[in-house]
C-alpha cells in the first residue's frame, strides 16, 4: 500500500480544533471555579457557562484499546472532547450538568479510577524506568503502581493539608520535575562503574569521557587507551555511562532507591523549593517496594498529622526544621544527608539556634 | 505468539490504582512486540536489572530528532523488543484532542508500533512506545500527512508545553495555548535538526500556580503575572468568611503581609504584593489578579545532571505576551545566539549562565541588571568592573559635585 | 642597661587579677542588667551586688598618653580597674554607685564622649589602612573618625530600631568581622595588577601565585619567566598581590569603596547573616569621604524610618525584600550587585514573586 | 624632631568623636617614629595611596610569630617609619586589666617602640604600632619578664579571643574568659611557632548573641547555649507588660512561633524553641535560659578570600564546657590531625572541609551525623555509599523482615 505523502516541519495540529464549543466561546474568560469533590470540579466563564471537569486516573503507559475507551466515553458524554492533564491524568469536560453523573457511573462501571483534583494525591510524575529506558536503576511504573495502590484514598476522597506532589525518577537524570517535589523516589547506583577497555576507543570519545564527570573521578588510561575511575571520587551518577556505552554501572543487588522531600514548584507563599534527601538508600524489591511505599505512606501521615491547613510538605519541615522533622518521622539522619556538593555552603548550619 | 509467564509483574496487576501491566498486557494480546514487551519486564523484575542498550541513531529522512533509538541486549530472547524505539508526537497545547484525532493516531500506531504509548512524556510529546527501524518512514508518512509532527530529541529546542491556561482556567494572564502553539511553530526548524549544544526546553504556564512546572524543567519558563491592584469582591469576601477562617488561612499565610481583614473588610496594600497567588487562588471568587497582565520570564531550570539542579532565574520581570509574540519570539533567539557563543557541549543554559556570569547574558539579550532579578546582592567584594562603569560612577560623582546632591 | 631575662610560651596573665573585687565575688553569677542611659548600664548579681558600666569612645588607635589617661580615671573611680570591649571601647567599671557621676562629670570634661550602649551605633569595626598595611586601597581610620562624626547622634543619646553594628575594611581580605555587619564599607581595587616580570623569578613561587588567584585568572608567562594575568578574568581581589610583591595592584585614580549592607553575628530571631554589597564603587575622597558618609548615613535613616522595633537592618530587608530596599534607598542596582561568584546560584530569583 | 604640615589629615581632627590623627599626633609630640607615621599619612592622604610594603619575616627568637613585619617605600624621606613593625601583645581574656599593667605596657613601648597601640586588634591582641626591628628582642624580654606573652600571627593557631563572660554578663553559659585562657595557655607551642597550614582562630561567645562575633570571624566558634526549660519570672513578665507590647516585640519576633501571652501569662514550648536569644535578651528580668548548660561547636569562618567568606558551620551540637576543659582541647586537636593530613597551603580549615566533604572530617573527629548541623539536607542525589553504609542498609532491611516493622 503506497504511503501517504509526507510533509515536514508542520508542527503539531492547532489546538483549536480540539477545544469543545463551550471552551472556544469563553476562551480566556473564565471567572471562578469550584472543586465539587476529588474526582470533579466546575469552572464558571464570565458568560455563566458552565464547565464540568472530571479528572481520571492513568497509568500513562496507555495501550490504544484504553485510548479508545477513553474515545467511547467522550463521545458519550462530552461531544467526543477530552484532554490530559500535565499530570498525565484523563480529563473529562462536560458542559451539559445532565450529563455529568452518568459519566461518573460509566467510568465507575468500567472501572476507570477518579480523583486527583483538590487536597489530595494525584497522579505521580514518573519516567520510563526498566519499561523502556537503558539508564534506569529501577522500574518506575511498577513503583507508581505500588504507592498508588496504597495512597489511593488520597487520591479518591481524603484530605490533605494540600496537595502532596509525587514524583518516581528512573535515575539521577530525573526525568520530570522530580527534584522539586513533595516527595519522590529517585533511583541511584551505588557502585563504581567498570569499563570494557577494548570497547572503549572505538565507542567513546576520550574528552566528552573525562568531561562527563561531575566530580573529576576519570582520568585518562593510556596503557588501556581507555580512562580510569577513582573509586574515592565516583558518585555513581552515571553520567560517564551516558556518554559512553562500554561503561556499565548496573549490579542488581545494589541499584536502590532513594527518598527526598519537601519540593515544590508554585510560588505560592512560598518560593519554589527543591527536593531535600532523607533516605538515602532501599534496596530494590520488585514487584511492589514495600519499605518504599511503607516509607512514602508514612511521611504523608505524618505531614497529614502535624502540617497547617494550605502548608505544603516543604511549607511544614521548614516551619518546624529539618531535625524535628527527622525527630517526628523517626527516619534516621546519615552522613548521604550532609551535602558535600555544590550547595554544601548553603545548607550547613551556621547558628547554635536549632531544636533538640 | 508466546504466552510469557509474569508472576512478579501479575502482582502489579492488583489494587486500585489503574495497572500499567494490564495495559501492556491488553496490547500485548494482539501486538507482538508489546507481548515480548512484557516477558522483557518480567524478565527485569526477575533479575532485578533493566537489558536495553544506549539508544542507537534512528530517525526519519531530514530531522535529526523525534525518535529516540532503543535495543534490547536479549534481542534473540525477545524479538519483539530487539528494535523498540519510540516515537514521540508534538502534542497540541494544553492535551486537548478530540475522539477523532485520537482514534486515527491509535490506529496508525497499532499498524506500525506496539499498540503502546505515554500519554505523556515528561517533556509533553505524546509518546509511541516502541517500533522498529524501518517502520520509522512509514509511521512518519502517515502521521504527518494527518497534520502530526514528530517532536523532538536530542540537542534541539524539544517540545514546548504548556498549562491549560486560558482553556479552563481564570487565572492565566495570557494565552498559554496559543503562545506554546506560536514559538512551536516558529522554531521548528530549531526543533527538528539539533544544531544547538544541549537540549534547551520552553515551558509556559499562566500563572505562579505554575502548573506546568516550568520553573523546575524549563530553559525558559514563561509564567503569568500582572501589574496593578488585585480586584477585591467584598461580598464574596463575606461568603468565604462563613466557610473559612480567613485570617488563619488568607491573611497570615501571605508571605509580605499586606494583607490585613477585620472581620468586615479585607485590605490588601498592593503596592507589597508580591503576587505570589495564595490569597487569589484560595479565595478565586472574591479575589482577582490586576489587570495589567504579562509574564516574568525565567531561564535555566534543569535535572541534577552534572552540577546539581536548577531553578530557572527571573531575567524578565514582566513583559506583556501577546500576538504574533514579536518579542518574546526576538528574545529566545538572543538567548539562543548567546548560548551558542559560549556554550561547550552538553552545557545547558543555566550552566553557561553560571559560567559566564549573568551579565555577560544579560547584556547579550539586552537586558538591564535589576533588583527583580536576584533574591538577594552579592555577598563577596569579587566584582568585575568595566571601564565604563567606573567611567559611569565617576561621572555620576562630578555631577554630583555639581548639584551638590548625591544620588547613590 | 641589661635586659630583663625572657621567658618563652607563659601566655597572657590570668586575668582574674584585673578583675574588680565585685567581679570576683559576683563571678559567673549575674543576674540582670538594666540600660540606664546610652553610656551607662548597671548589671545586678544574684547577690544584689551591683555594677555599672560606663563605655567611653575609642579611636583605637591610641597613644600611650590616652591609655594613662584612662589608667587615671580608672584608678580615680574604679579602683584601678577597667576594660576594653570587643568593639574597642574603653569601659569604666564602678562598684560604688556615688562614683558614677562623677565620672562621668570628669570624662566629660576631659573631653571623652560616652555611649554605644544599647539600640545605636557603637565603634566601628576595622582596620589598618594606610596607617600600616601594605594592602590597603583607602584608610580605614580616616573613614571611620568620618563616618562617626556624622552619626555622632546615634552614639552619643539618639536610639534606632535595633543595633547598628559598622565596619571598615581597607581591603577584601576583610580584617574583622566586617562581612557581616549591618553597614560595612570594604576598599576595592579595580585595575588588573600589572608584574614587574624582571623580579619574579626571584619573589615568588609560580605555583602558588597561579593558586591563589580565585578565578583562574592568573597562567604562567615562560617568556618572562613570570606570569602574565587575563584582564577578563581578574577581579582585583589582590590575593596575587598578597602573595608575591612584583605584583602591585594598587591605583589611586581607581582604588575606592564599596558598601555592603544587612549582616548581622548574631542568632536572635534570624540567623547569622552576611552583608550584602548595595553599592558598587565610590572614589576615594580623604580626607573626610563625604559621599561615603552621606551613603551610610542615608541607609541609617531609611532603616530608622522603616523599619520595626527589635527589627535588625539585615532582618528588616528581608520582610521587605531587596528590591524594596533598592528602591526605598534610591540606590541604583548595578550588575555588581548580582552575584557571580560562588554563590550565585542562591542569589538568583527562581520565582515570579517579588515587587515592582 | 621635623614638624610636618598636615593640611589633609588636620581635617580629621574636628569634629565629636575622637580623633586618631590626635592620638597620633600626641605620640608624635614626642617620639620620632610617631612623628614621622604622622608625616608619612599626610603623604598617603594626598596622593591617595598607600606606602608599606610587604611585610619581611621578622621576630623574636624561638617563635615565628607576633611581630608583623612593615618597611616604607618611602623610608628615606620617614626614616622613623623606614622599619614600622607590630608587636601583638596577647591580651588577658576578656580585654580586663589594671592601670597598674597598663601603665607598664605603655612604659615599654614608649622606650622601645611608636607609643602608638591598637586597643585593640581585630582578632583581639594588644598591638603595638610600629617598631624597629633592632628593638624586638628587647621589647619581648621586657614584656615577658613581666608575665606578657606575644600574641600570634602567620599559619599558627591565631590569639584566642572571648566575650566578656561570666566578668559581666547574666547569660553567659559557660566560662568564656576561664576556657580562653586555658586554650591560650594549652596551645602556646601552635600558637608561637607555626606549623599550621594556614592560619587558625578561636573565638567563645558565652551565648547567642556572639558579642565576639565567633560565627563569622573564627575557625572555631564556641557559642554558649543550654538544655532543658526557659526559666520564667510571670511577676517580672507583668511588669514588662507595662512597659513593652509582649506580643509585637516578643511573642510575633519569636522565630519559632513557640510562646504565647494572654496578657496574664507567658507561655514557651520549650520543645520547640531554638534557644534564639530574643525573648530572654529583651526580657532579662523575666526569663532565663535553661539550666543544663554548654556549647554549641561550630567550625569554619573566615573572611571572603579566597572562595567568599564562610560562616562557622555546626559541628558538636552541644558540649558541656567544664574544667579542665579535656574535651573540648582534645576536641581540637583531632581537628587539627585532620586538617594537617588534608590541607594544601593557605587553606583555611572550613575550605579543606569544604573540598573534603564533612563526613570526612566528621569521621575523624568521632562525631556523627545529626540534623542539628545541617539547615536543610542536601538537594542533589550524587551521594557517596562506602561497602559499609550499604551493608548496614542491608541489615536494617534483614532485621526488618524479621520483625516486620521498617525502621526508617
Ligand atoms: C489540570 C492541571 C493543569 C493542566 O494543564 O493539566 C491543573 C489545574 C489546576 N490547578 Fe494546578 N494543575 C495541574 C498541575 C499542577 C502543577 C504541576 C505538577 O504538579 O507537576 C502544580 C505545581 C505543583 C507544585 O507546586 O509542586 C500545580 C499547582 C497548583 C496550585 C498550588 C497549590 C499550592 O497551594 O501549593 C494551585 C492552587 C490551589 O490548589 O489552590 C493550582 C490550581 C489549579 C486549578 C484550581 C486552576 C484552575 O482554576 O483551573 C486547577 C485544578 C486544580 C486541581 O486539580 O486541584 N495548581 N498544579 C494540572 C493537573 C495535574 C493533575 O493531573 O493532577
Ligand atoms: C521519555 C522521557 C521520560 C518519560 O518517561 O516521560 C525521557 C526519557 C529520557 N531522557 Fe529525559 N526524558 C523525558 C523528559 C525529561 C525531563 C522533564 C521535562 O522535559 O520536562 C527532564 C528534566 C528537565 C531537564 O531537561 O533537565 C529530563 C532530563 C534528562 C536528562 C538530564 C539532562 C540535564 O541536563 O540534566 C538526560 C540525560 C541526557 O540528556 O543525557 C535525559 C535523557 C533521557 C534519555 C534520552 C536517556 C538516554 O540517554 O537514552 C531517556 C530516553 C528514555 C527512552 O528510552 O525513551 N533526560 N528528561 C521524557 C521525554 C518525553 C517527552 O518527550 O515528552
Ligand atoms: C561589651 C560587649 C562584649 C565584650 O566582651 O566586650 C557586649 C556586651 C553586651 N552585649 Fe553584645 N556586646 C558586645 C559586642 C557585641 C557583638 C559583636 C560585634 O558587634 O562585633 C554583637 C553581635 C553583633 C551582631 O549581631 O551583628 C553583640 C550582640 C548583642 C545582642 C544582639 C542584638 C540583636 O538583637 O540583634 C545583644 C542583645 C540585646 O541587645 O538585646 C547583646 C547584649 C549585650 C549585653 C546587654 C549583654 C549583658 O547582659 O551584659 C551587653 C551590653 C549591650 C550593649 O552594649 O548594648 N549583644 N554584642 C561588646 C560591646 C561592643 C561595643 O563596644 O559596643
Ligand atoms: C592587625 C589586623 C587588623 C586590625 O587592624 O585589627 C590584621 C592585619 C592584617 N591582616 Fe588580618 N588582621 C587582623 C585580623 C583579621 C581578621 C579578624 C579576626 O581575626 O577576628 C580577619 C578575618 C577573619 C579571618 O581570619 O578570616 C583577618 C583576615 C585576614 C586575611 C584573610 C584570611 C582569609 O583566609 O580569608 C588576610 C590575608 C592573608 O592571610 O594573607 C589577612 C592579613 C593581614 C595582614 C597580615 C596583611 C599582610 O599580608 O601583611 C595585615 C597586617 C596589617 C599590619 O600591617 O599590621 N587578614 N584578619 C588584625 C589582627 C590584630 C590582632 O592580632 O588582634
Ligand atoms: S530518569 Fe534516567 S532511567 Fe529514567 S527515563 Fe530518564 S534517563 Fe531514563
Ligand atoms: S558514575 Fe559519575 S561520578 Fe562516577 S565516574 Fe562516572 S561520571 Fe564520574
Ligand atoms: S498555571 Fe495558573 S493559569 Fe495555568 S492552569 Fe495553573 S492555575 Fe491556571
Ligand atoms: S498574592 Fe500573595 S503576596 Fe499578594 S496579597 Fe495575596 S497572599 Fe499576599
Ligand atoms: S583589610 Fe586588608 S588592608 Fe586592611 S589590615 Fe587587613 S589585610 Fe591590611
Ligand atoms: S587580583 Fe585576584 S583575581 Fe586578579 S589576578 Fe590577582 S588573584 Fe587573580
Ligand atoms: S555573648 Fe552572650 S554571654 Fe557573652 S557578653 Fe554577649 S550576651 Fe553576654
Ligand atoms: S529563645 Fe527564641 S526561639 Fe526560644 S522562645 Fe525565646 S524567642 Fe522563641
Partial sequence: MALPQRKTDIGPPHFEQFLPPVIKKNYGKWKYHEVLSHNTMVHVAESGDKLWTVRVASPRILSTDTIREHCDIAEKYCGGYLRYTTRNNAEFLVSDEKQLEPLKKDLASRGFKMGGIGYGITNVVHTQGWVHCHSAATDASGLVKAMMDELFEYFESKSLPNKVRLAVACCVNMCGAVHCSDIAVVAVHTKVPTVKHDLFKNMCELPTVIGSCPTRAISPDPANKSVKINPDKCMYCGNCFTVCPPISIKDPERDGVAIVVGGKINSLRSNPKFSKLVIPYISNEPPRWPKVVAAIKHIVEVYAANARKHERMGEWIERIGWERFFSLTGIDFTFQSIDDFTFMRDTMRTASTFKW | ?408
Avoid at chain 2, 541513531?57 to 525477545?78: A, K, P
Avoid at chain 2, 499498540?115 to 522498529?132: A, E, F, M, P, R
Wanted: glycine share 10%; charged share 25%; with cysteine.
Fill in chain 2, 1 to 408: 505468539m508466546k504466552k510469557y509467564n509474569t508472576p512478579l509483574i501479575d502482582q502489579l496487576e492488583k489494587g486500585p490504582w489503574p495497572s500499567f501491566v494490564t495495559e501492556m498486557k491488553k496490547a500485548g494480546k494482539t501486538n507482538e512486540m508489546a507481548n515480548d514487551a512484557v516477558g522483557h519486564l518480567e524478565k527485569c523484575y526477575t533479575t532485578k536489572m533493566g537489558y536495553w542498550k544506549h539508544g542507537g541513531i534512528v530517525g526519519v529522512l531530514g530531522y535529526g530528532g523525534g525518535v529516540i533509538g532503543r535495543y534490547s541486549e536479549i534481542g534473540d530472547e525477545f524479538p519483539g523488543v530487539a528494535h523498540f524505539h519510540t516515537v514521540r508526537l508534538n502534542q497540541p497545547s494544553g492535551f486537548f484532542y478530540t475522539s477523532k484525532a485520537l482514534r486515527e493516531i491509535c490506529d496508525i500506531w497499532d499498524k506500525y508500533g506496539s499498540g503502546l504509548t505515554n500519554v505523556h512524556g515528561s517533556t509533553g510529546d505524546l509518546v509511541l512506545l516502541g517500533t522498529k527501524t524501518d517502520a520509522l518512514e512509514a509511521i512518519f508518512a502517515e502521521y504527518s500527512s494527518r497534520g502530526w509532527d514528530l517532536g523532538s530529541s536530542g540537542s534541539a529546542l524539544r517540545t514546548p508545553s504548556c498549562c491549560v491556561g486560558p482553556g479552563r482556567c481564570e487565572w492565566t494572564m495570557y494565552d498559554t495555548l496559543g503562545l506554546n502553539y506560536a514559538l512551536t511553530q516558529e522554531f521548528q526548524d530549531e526543533m527538528h535538526r539539533p544544531t544547538f549544544s544541549y537540549k534547551f526546553k520552553i515551558k509556559s504556564s499562566g500563572c505562579a500556580c505554575d502548573c506546568v512546572a516550568s520553573i523546575a524543567r524549563a530553559d525558559m519558563s514563561i509564567i503569568g503575572t500582572w501589574k496593578g491592584d488585585i480586584q477585591i469582591d467584598q461580598n464574596e469576601v463575606k461568603n468565604y468568611a462563613s466557610k473559612m477562617n480567613i485570617n488563619a488561612e488568607i491573611i497570615n499565610m501571605c508571605p509580605t503581609q499586606c494583607m490585613s481583614y477585620d472581620g468586615k473588610e479585607l485590605k490588601i496594600n498592593n503596592a507589597e504584593c508580591s503576587r505570589c497567588m495564595h490569597c487569589i487562588a484560595k479565595m478565586t471568587k472574591a479575589l482577582k489578579p490586576g489587570k495589567e497582565r504579562g509574564a516574568t520570564i525565567c531561564i535555566g531550570s534543569k535535572a541534577p545532571i552534572v552540577v546539581g539542579s536548577l531553578l530557572s532565574w527571573v531575567i524578565v520581570p514582566f513583559i506583556k505576551i501577546e500576538e504574533p509574540y514579536t518579542e518574546v519570539k526576538e528574545l529566545i533567539r538572543k538567548i539562543w545566539d548567546w548560548w551558542d557563543e559560549n556554550a561547550k557541549p552538553r552545557e545547558r543554559i543555566g550552566e553557561v549562565i553560571e559560567m559566564k556570569g549573568m551579565r555577560s547574558f544579560l547584556e547579550a539579550i539586552g537586558v538591564p541588571p535589576m533588583p527583580q532579578q536576584i533574591k538577594e546582592p552579592r555577598k563577596d567584594p569579587f566584582m568585575f568592573y568595566t571601564e565604563d562603569d567606573i567611567a559611569s560612577y565617576k561621572a555620576k560623582e562630578a555631577e554630583e559635585k555639581k548639584t551638590g546632591k548625591y544620588k547613590f
